[in-house]
Each structure stands twice: as C-alpha cells, then as structure tokens.
C-alpha cells in the first residue's frame, strides 16, 4: 500500500502506555504492575455538526483540538488509575472510586480535560503578555513589543517542557511518546510491526502536536501585528479573543508542513517542530515500544472487523 493511500492515525502518549485514533475507534494499552498489558477500548462517536465543522478550514483545527482533549483525558485517565495498581486489587480500587467525589466525577472527565487545555492556554498566552509589558520602557513599539511577547512565550514553553522533563514519570511518558511516533513511522513506511524494525525508526513525526504548540508561537507573531499591544486591558482582551484564530491558523500549518515533508526543497518548513520533540519525546525503551505496537495493532483489529461488518451490512 502507498504512504499516499495509507488511512491517518494519530495518537498520545499516557503514563505507561500509548492512546492511538482511528476512524471509528480509540485504543489504549498500558503496562500494569505485574507487567501484563492491558487495553482501554472506546468507540469513536462524532456528533454530525461536529463532524461537519472539521471538514471546514481554519475552524477544524479547533475543533480537532477540543476533541483531542476532551477524548485524551478519559484514556489519561484510564492510565494513571491503573497502571500502579496490582491487578489482584483491581476490584477493590473500582469501588473506592465510586464512592469518592472528584470533579471529575462531578463535571466529567471529557469536560475537565478541556478545562485544564483552555487554563493551560490562558496561562502561556496572558503571562508572555505580562512580561512584555514590563519591556515597554525599552521596547515601546508594537512590533518590538510582540516580538519580546513570543519571546517570553518560547522561553516559558521551553523551560516547562525541560524542567517536567527531569521528573521520572514525565521521563517516561515522553519515551511512550517516542515509542508512539516510532510506530506510527514504521506504519508509514510500511516496515513490519517488530520490535526490532520499530525501533529503527525515528522518534520524530511531522504531524505530532508538540510541532502544533510551537506554530502557535510563530503564527502568534503574525497574527498579532493585526492589533494594538496597548492599551494593557485591550492587549489582554486582544489575545484571549485571537485564541481560535491562532489555534485554527497553527492546525493548517501544521498540516501543510505534513504534506510537504517529502519534498526535499520545502521539508524544512517542519523542522521547528521537529526540533521542539527533541525536548517531547525520548528514546524508548524494547518494552515501551512492545506496548505501543499492542496498542496499535489492537486498533487495527478493531478497525478491520468494523471495515469487515460494514461490507457484510452492505
């Protein structure tokens, strides 16, 4: 089969395992205590006017984005419930959630999902405004000013990443994201579904959305010069209100770069990106690329038996 003609997954890591997407359903598999693999299985339902609004530039990428987080959190979920627990506590562990009263429980943990990507947004957008602010003295103009903005948002942004980097779970979920980009690579490139041949392969992916976050520092440049930095109040005003132009605009980059990563003149157009997963993802280990590849490989079983069923209906 050609690259061309292959179907499109996406996929995230989580703690101990890798989420992927297909058209109809999501999987996740994560390594348990006792170093079994265990599977998260959700089928994909897409409301019709959602449906429709992805198909319309500039607005999909937004809507792909909430869909991404609200869907990303139940398999997180999922992740951080199980993957410390001894399976032989598995029952006991069902109930004592039941009875706890988390917001998670009360607003839903799709709706919180997209809650903690909104506050995360609010936040790296409002404090580079801030900062800037405090440069006016010295940088006065609009210009200057939006770029000490992105400045301060790339700096913020790289820092964060590196710091939760240095922690030992975040480690470990940046391998599973390493893992993940590895087969998904491997799927691609039509190389076998091993171990062995996924590990060959880069640990880096044109489509991935660490690349998304750092366009929408570059597309924020742009899209800035289209307002006034000042007054403080309409500045703030300004950026909150240009949040889905900046997430639509970064979500078609990020799509013209995928297309353009195998021409050999204009590939270099995603490098940004793919130099930010230097910081996002980590070589993985034989064992983490195992469960990735289970993971991917229980989505394309379930993908197929769909494919399967709908021929027989038809």
Same mark, same amino acid.
């Given at each position: 089969m050609k690259k061309s003609?292959?179907p499109v997954?996406?996929g995230?890591?989580?703690?101990? &395992?890798?989420?992927f997407?297909?058209?109809?359903h999501y999987v996740?598999?994560?390594r348990?205590?006792?170093?079994t693999?265990?599977y998260?299985r959700?089928?994909?339902?897409e409301?019709p006017?959602?449906k429709?609004?992805k198909k319309?530039p500039?607005i999909r990428?937004?809507?792909?984005i909430?869909?991404?987080?609200?869907?990303?959190?139940?398999?997180?979920?999922f992740?951080?419930?199980?993957?410390?627990?001894?399976?032989?506590?598995d029952?006991?562990?069902?109930?004592k959630?039941?009875n706890?009263?988390?917001?998670?429980?009360?607003l839903?943990v799709?709706?919180?999902g997209?809650?903690?990507?909104?506050? &995360?947004?609010?936040?790296?957008?409002l404090i580079?405004?801030?900062?800037a602010?405090?440069?006016r003295?010295v940088?006065?103009s609009?210009?200057?000013?939006?770029i000490? @903005?992105?400045?301060?948002?790339?700096?913020?942004?790289?820092?964060?990443i590196y710091?939760i980097?240095l922690?030992?779970?975040v480690k470990?979920?940046f391998?599973?994201?390493?893992?993940e980009h590895?087969?998904i690579?491997a799927f @691609?490139?039509n190389?076998?579904?091993?171990?062995?041949?996924v590990?060959?392969?880069?640990r880096?992916?044109?489509?991935?959305?660490?690349?998304?976050?750092?366009f929408?520092?570059?597309v924020?440049v742009?899209?800035y010069?289209?307002v006034p930095?000042?007054p403080l =109040?309409?500045?703030?005003a300004?950026r909150l209100?240009?949040?889905p132009v900046v997430l639509?605009i970064?979500?078609e980059?990020l799509?013209?770069?995928?297309?353009?990563?195998?021409?050999?003149?204009?590939?270099?157009?995603?490098?940004?990106?793919l =130099?930010l997963?230097?910081?996002?993802?980590? @070589?993985?280990?034989d064992?983490?690329v195992e469960?990735?590849?289970?993971?991917?490989?229980?989505l394309?079983?379930? @993908?197929?038996?769909?494919e399967a069923e709908a021929?027989e209906v038809?």
């Amino acid at each position: 089969m050609k690259k061309s003609m292959k179907p499109v997954y996406g996929g995230q890591a989580v703690v101990e &395992g890798v989420m992927f997407a297909g058209k109809k359903h999501y999987v996740t598999a994560i390594r348990r205590k006792d170093k079994t693999i265990e599977y998260f299985r959700l089928p994909r339902k897409e409301h019709p006017t959602l449906k429709a609004l992805k198909k319309i530039p500039f607005i999909r990428g937004v809507v792909a984005i909430f869909e991404a987080s609200a869907n990303g959190s139940k398999h997180l979920q999922f992740s951080t419930d199980r993957y410390d627990i001894d399976p032989k506590d598995d029952a006991t562990m069902a109930e004592k959630q039941r009875n706890e009263s988390k917001l998670a429980m009360i607003l839903g943990v799709a709706v919180v999902g997209v809650l903690s990507f909104l506050f &995360g947004k609010f936040l790296f957008t409002l404090i580079p405004v801030f900062l800037a602010e405090l440069t006016r003295p010295v940088f006065s103009s609009n210009l200057a000013q939006i770029i000490v @903005e992105s400045f301060f948002k790339l700096v913020l942004l790289l820092a964060y990443i590196y710091f939760i980097s240095l922690t030992p779970l975040v480690k470990r979920v940046f391998q599973y994201h390493g893992a993940e980009h590895k087969v998904i690579n491997a799927f @691609e490139n039509n190389e076998p579904l091993t171990v062995e041949s996924v590990q060959k392969q880069s640990r880096l992916h044109y489509r991935c959305g660490s690349s998304f976050i750092l366009f929408t520092v570059i597309v924020g440049v742009f899209v800035y010069m289209a307002v006034p930095t000042e007054p403080l =109040w309409l500045r703030i005003a300004n950026r909150l209100a240009l949040i889905p132009v900046v997430l639509g605009i970064s979500f078609e980059v990020l799509q013209l770069t995928n297309k353009l990563r195998h021409i050999p003149v204009l590939r270099c157009f995603g490098y940004p990106g793919l =130099w930010l997963q230097l910081l996002t993802t980590k @070589e993985p280990t034989d064992d983490q690329v195992e469960v990735a590849i289970a993971s991917f490989k229980e989505l394309l079983r379930l @993908e197929e038996n769909n494919e399967a069923e709908a021929k027989e209906v038809v």
